[in-house]
Nanobody
Framework: QVQLVESGGGLMQAGGSLRLSCVASGLTFSDYNGAWFRQVPGKEREFLASILSFTQTTLYGRSVKGRVTISKNNDKNTLYLEMNNLDPEDTAMYYC???????????????WGRGTQVSVSS
């Protein structure tokens, strides 16, 4: 059974930074591409970043490029997302996902975590 469990969310200050983690079981990030998305109620789930399974090649969403870094530790089977210069508009539920496809499209992802809420105050 595959499980992706995110952590690291919470109440943040504008201008600060965050680091989210996603621990996987039942699959490995050395076999699956990992990605981060976020969603605000009433809006589409937004692609933030992805990282290829067998290399450190990364892809970033246009809205956050330059502010986020995706990384992983294959030994710990953990995916990370770092984001700096936080803004209240970054308030959302942040999701980890895994797929055998290399894609920014949420529909191409097979496995999802339950999310971790990030709230940014001004």
């Amino acid at each position: 059974q595959v499980q992706l469990v995110e952590s690291g969310g919470g109440l943040m200050q504008a201008g600060g930074s965050l680091r989210l983690s996603c621990v996987a079981s039942g699959l490995t990030f050395s076999d699956y591409n990992g990605a981060w998305f976020r969603q605000v109620p009433g809006k589409e789930r937004e692609f933030l970043a992805s990282i290829l399974s067998f290399t450190q090649t990364t892809l970033y969403g246009r809205s956050v490029k330059g502010r986020v870094t995706i990384s992983k530790n294959n030994d710990k089977n953990t995916l990370y997302l770092e984001m700096n210069n936080l803004d209240p508009e970054d308030t959302a539920m942040y999701y980890c996902a895994a797929s055998t496809q290399w894609s920014p499209d949420k529909n191409d992802y097979d496995y999802w975590g339950r999310g971790t809420q990030v709230s940014v105050s001004s």
